[in-house]
Each structure stands twice: as structure tokens, then as C-alpha cells.
DNA sequence: AAGCCGACTGTAAACGATTACATAAAACCT
DNA sequence: AGGTTTTATGTAATCGTTTACAGTCGGCTT
């Protein structure tokens, strides 16, 4: 039915190893020969079975990225950081989309081991997600955005985002805010934590009081920050809030329902900072404050760490922090500058990568 | 190295023949025999070589899944739809992102044969992309959003964004605008020359006049209708804007900026009709008129399609066409009802599917 | 001229599953 | 009891490549 190596191989009156030589082009093959062959192959429309060859070579030109939420639009610039790395070296990506569920994390874990994928670039949904197989059977696992139990031998990127909680607390602080609020992902997530430490640090070294009624853990999208600013505004056991650090683009979107439905002002009534600078923030006027995580770039830094540990195995599990930014304060307060485009169209800005080794091999 | 089946046959004393037939449960085994070799192989950890298995089946459980952006949020919802299902039927996806480049596209239609995946599902950059090399295979194809070249034996899911467009411009007509003005995709791109169909087809049957200059085909980001909106804002020679449908909601980022910059207020000044009902169209105040797209569902019926035909291959082609809704009108002007959650947070809804068969295959 | 080397090419054994076919044992029927 | 089906299992070919190993052949060295 389908045309194979063998059929090629007739035509072009070879055997079947010269033409595979011929398109594996490992061994040398006389450039007449290999005219003759590709001339078959293209007269019969010969598609070499990637299955075939996978199996033969013990493991597929496939990585398997497995995210929380293909949805998020985070992590979805993250996937596009990684695809244009793989599809330039030749890889494919295997989408496995986990809803943040562990047992669908499991599902697709043991489907990148059947698949025989060559790399796994994974968001876990818990520290412990179970990796330990992958790596046993030498797969290289890259864990983005969030990190895996530290006596793994994985490479990890993340985001700075404790510190730029910090910072933006710090901000509200200056500004002379008070009762400031946190509104932050499900306890079981890295990134909601860390966001929450930030915000504690910020209102410990200012040497403000911590009101746990302030911080709120919710779902990570538009229905959990709406639940938690209503929450938030009704509950008044701590004063009315006069201020949100809001952990991510989504959650921020419930939020600023709320406040529009409660007629509440954003940034004049109750000040908003939020993580990811989505291109709709640029929008609201006055503008609010948006941390910028390197999404791209993100993707970016886990493709190329996966590249370099499939060429080189073996060596120890690396690090690389990326920073997360909180732009310059606006002084101009009612009217941003009409400066033609905003910034946020300069959508992919090139990394500074600087791998660092931190943590020895298990 | 690796556990094989056949390191499994050994330890529970079976052949490899049963050791398959155990995983595959096609045909009968003794329950005490299934018992042995399912304790031998979690004894073992053996996990099966999907590759061998898809080799010797002539096909992977595996779906390729081409889309122009993977960053677009309509696309997003898409691919959300259509892991939901494939992940429930045991299949895969392999992730191509074309970026609307029809080299990308050809290399990953190529890439999609020699995985020999099941299926494919694609949202093609043009009507004559190359998928004929897949169909003389008897790969199932089917296009979303766009069509295929009414030749091809393809299943199409649509959306009606024609007539959507149609209806938004109606109602703006009825409101008494004039000058209307319609920023729409790259001309290569359907969808976008089918909102302006919709367009034209309005101020036709109203009897109005139609200015060339006041439809502006821009790329299908937020960049694109921030040129677009400036031009159209600038180049007066039909007078002033009182109006604009914007075709998708990335754009309409663009659009909002624009007028912002110019002091010019939405839906006062400047009234907006958008597609796409993205989470943060319901920020604006007063809100701006959306075109809700079936994206998910849309996702969900071209999964659906392509499970039907490999269940039972050789039925003619099939096309189905979702309806983009445009919401009732808001009688309340200024303060949309605080009523709770708005409506954006029903993602998910049941689709309405009926199939109906409209072409005969080629 | 014999020996050696390098460049090409062919033969055939993997890779790890599935499955057509064969066979043995058990169950059923009359 | 003898024949016939049914059930459970084994044998071995097969899927389409890659690749270790073994030639073959001409040119070069000594």
C-alpha cells in the first residue's frame, strides 16, 4: 500500500541501506547514487515512516510538553517559546494539557515514556509530581515556572515573581497604602505561594501589620479573582482594602468586575497591580501597574537547556532565575504618553540568558 | 536495557503473544494468566513501546493539530475543545504552530505523514493548502474555521461569521451610525474576508453607500489594528468615524489604544463591535458590543468529526456551521447589570451539533 | 606484483510490538 | 464415546527503518 524504503530502493536499483544512508546521510554515498535514489524516491513520493526509524534509534525527534493550562495566556507564550525552539532543531511537541489535574499530569507522564519522546518540558501541578521514572530511564525533564523536589536531577527554570511581589508591595507602600490586599493561585501551586512571601516580606520590612484576612488563595482565572475581591470587599474585619496585588492577568479580570460592579475606581478608589502584563491592561486608564513576566523568553530558556542536555548528558542539574519587571513608575497620573505604541508590542524581546549552575546532581 | 514484552513473557512464564493480548485485551485470556502477567510487568515497571505498537498498526493514536497561532485566544479555546476530546478517546496531539506561514504549514503536513498520526486537524492559511498528499492516504482531514477547496474530501467545521458581521453592522445602522467603518485580517485569510462580506452586505441592503477607503485589512494582532485605527482615524476622505467592527479581539487591543490616545471614548464617541468575546471585553464601560465565537465548541465538533470518521472512513464529506452570536442589546446604557458573574464565565456550553451533510466527495 | 587502504555498497540482524495461523485442552452435543 | 465447537495459548512472520559487519573494487605504496 504505502511506499517504503524498499520500494525506493528497487527503483533506484540500491539496496535499502544506501538509501537510507542517502537520507540519514551519515555515511558517504557516491553522489551519483544518491542522485538515482533521491530520483526514485521522489518519482514514487516516498515518505520516510518516522515510526520505523524511532523505533530503530530507540527514541523519537519528540518532547512532550506538559502545562497546566493551555488556555492561560502565560503559559501559552511559553508554549510558543518552545515550539519555535524545537521546530528550528527539528523536534516535534507532544501537547499534554493537565488542567492542573495530578492524575491527568500522571496520565500524560507515562504517555511521554510510551511515546519514547527524547525530552519532557513539564509545568508540574505539585513538587512531587512523579517524574522519578522518566529520569530513571535517563530522560531529560525540564521543569518550568515552577520547581520540582530539589534532590532531582532536573533543570529548572523560574521566574523571580517573590521578588517582584516584593517590589510591587514596596510601590504600594511608598504610595503610602496601608491595608493592602493579595489575592494569589491555589495554596498547592509554587508561583501562588511565592507571590503571597513577596507580599509578606514586603509588609514585614516596612515593619507593617500582616492581616491573613487580606490574603486570599483562589482559583487561578477570571471566576477565583472575582470570588476573592467580593470576598474581599465584603469581609471588612480588617478595614476597607485600599490596595490588590493580584497574581496573575485572568484573576485580575474578576477583580476589576467587582470593582466596576461596586463602582469602585481602579487605581483612584482601590489601587490594582497585577502580574502578567496582558495587551488589555494597557487599556484601562488610568493605567494600572502590571509585572512583566519573560513568558517567551521563559519557553525560550527550557527549549535551549533541553538542547544542550541531549547533546551533552550527564552533566549537573541547572538553574536559571529569570526576572520578572515592574516598569518604571508613571508620573504622568491621568494620561500615560500617547507614545504611538505601547510597549507591549515588543511581544518577544531577546533574552539574557545565563545559565547558572546551582545544585550538584542526586 | 529497557523492559520488553518479551522480559514480561519470561517472568510470568507466558509467551509474548499473550503478554499482548493482555494490554490489548482483544481477545479472551484466562483471568489467572492476565493476573500473572499484569503483576510480572508492574514487577518489571514495563511500560509499552507505543512506537513499535503504532509500526506494526500502521498508525499512532496521535492527531496532528496545525494552527496559524497559538497565542491567539480564539485558537486557544480551539485547541482546548479538541484536547478535551482527544484526551478522552485515548489519542494524542502533536502541537504545529504555523504562525500563518504556508512554508511552516507544508513542512508540518509533511511531518504529520511520516508520523502517520490518525488524523489531522488544521486551520488552513489558504484554501489550496497542500493536504492532498494526506487525503490520497486516506488520512482524515479536517479544516477548521477556514475551508479547503470545495474539491477535497474534507469534514469542515465553520463559523458564520458572515452573517455575525452582517447583524453587528445591522444594529449599527439602526443606531443611526453612518460612517462605519471595518478592520478586518490579512485579505488571504477567509474569515477576514468574510466579516467584510457581512459588512458590505449591511450597508447594502440599508442602501448605503459604501467607501473603499473605510475597510482596512491589517494582520490579525494587536499591532495590526493599532495601524489600522490610526490610518483610518487620520485618512478622513470619508469624513469622520462614527463606527467600527473590529474582526477579532487582539485587534480590537490595537483599536481601544488608538482612540484612547486620541481622547476619543468607545461606544460614545466611537461605538465598537468586536468578534471574539474575550474575559476583558466586559471591563469596558460603557461596554463595547461583542460577537460571540463558538471556539471551544468548535474545537469539540471538529474532534468529534474526526472520531466519526475513523470509526466509519469513506462517508462523503461533511461541513457543519456554528453560529457566532451577537448578545441582545443592552437597553441599560451606562451600567450594564451588576448581576453576579457575567456571562463570559459560561466557557463551556453545550453545543448545539447537527451535522448535515452538504457535499458530495470529489 | 603483492599488499594495503579507503570509498562504496550489500546482507541481514536488530528495534518491540501485533496478529494470522496452528495447536492443545476443555466443553458441549447427540 | 466420539465428534465438534470453543477457549486459551504458543509460534513465527511482519511492520519499515537503521546499522554492524562483510564484501568489492580501484588506486597507491613499497
Avoid at 157 to 170: E, G, M, N
Avoid at 215 to 243: C, K, M, S, W
Wanted: net charge neutral; hydrophobic share 40%; proline share 7%.
Amino acid at each position: 500500500m504505502t511506499i517504503t524504503i524498499r520500494d525506493v530502493a528497487r527503483l533506484a536499483e540500491v539496496s535499502t541501506a544506501t538509501v537510507s544512508r542517502v537520507f540519514a546521510s551519515d555515511t558517504a554515498v557516491r553522489p551519483e547514487t544518491a542522485r538515482r535514489v533521491r530520483e526514485a524516491a521522489r518519482q514514487l513520493g516516498y515518505v520516510p515512516n518516522t515510526l520505523a526509524r524511532s523505533l530503530r534509534q530507540q527514541s523519537s525527534a519528540t518532547w512532550a510538553l506538559i502545562i497546566a493550562d493551555i488556555e492561560n495566556p502565560f503559559l501559552t507564550q511559553v508554549t510558543r517559546g518552545i515550539e519555535d525552539i524545537a521546530q528550528s532543531e527539528g523536534y516535534s511537541l507532544l501537547l499534554c494539557n493537565t488542567d492542573e489535574r495530578p492524575d491527568k499530569e500522571a496520565s500524560y507522564l507515562s504517555i511521554a515514556e510510551q511515546f519514547r519522546v527524547s525530552g519532557v518540558l513539564i509545568t508540574p501541578t505539585s513538587p512531587t509530581s512523579p517524574v522519578d521514572r522518566l529520569l530513571a530511564r535517563g530522560l531529560p525533564v525540564i521543569t518550568m515556572d515552577r520547581p520540582l523536589r530539589q534532590d532531582l536531577a532536573v533543570d529548572t527554570v523560574l521566574i523571580d515573581s517573590r521578588r517582584a511581589a516584593r517590589a510591587a508591595v514596596d510601590r504600594l507602600i511608598t504610595r503610602g497604602h496601608r491595608r493592602i490586599a493579595c489575592i494569589t493561585g491555589p495554596r498547592r501551586v509554587f508561583t501562588a505561594g511565592e507571590r503571597v512571601l513577596g507580599y509578606r516580606e514586603a509588609l514585614h520590612e516596612a515593619g507593617l501589620p500582616l492581616h491573613e484576612s487580606l490574603i486570599r488563595y483562589a482559583d487561578f482565572n477570571e471566576q477565583g479573582g472575582h470570588l476573592a475581591a467580593v470576598e474581599l470587599l465584603d469581609g471588612t474585619d480588617a478595614g476597607p482594602v485600599e490596595a490588590i496585588l493580584v497574581a496573575n492577568s485572568m484573576m485580575a479580570v474578576g477583580v476589576l468586575q467587582v470593582l466596576r460592579d461596586r463602582q469602585l475606581r481602579p487605581s483612584i478608589d482601590v489601587e490594582i497591580v497585577v502580574f502578567d502584563d496582558a495587551p488589555w491592561t494597557s487599556l484601562l486608564t488610568p493605567a494600572i501597574s502590571v509585572i512583566h513576566q519573560p513568558a517567551y523568553e521563559l519557553g525560550q530558556v527550557a527549549g535551549k537547556l533541553l538542547l544542550e542536555r541531549l547533546q551533552t548528558p550527564g552533566q549537573p542539574a541547572r538553574t536559571v532565575m529569570l526576572n520578572a519587571t515592574l516598569p518604571a513608575e508613571n508620573t504622568d497620573e491621568d494620561h500615560p504618553p500617547a507614545d504611538g505604541l505601547a510597549s507591549s508590542h515588543l511581544r518577544h524581546p531577546k533574552p539574557d540568558f545565563q545559565p547558572r549552575r546551582s545544585r550538584a546532581r542526586s
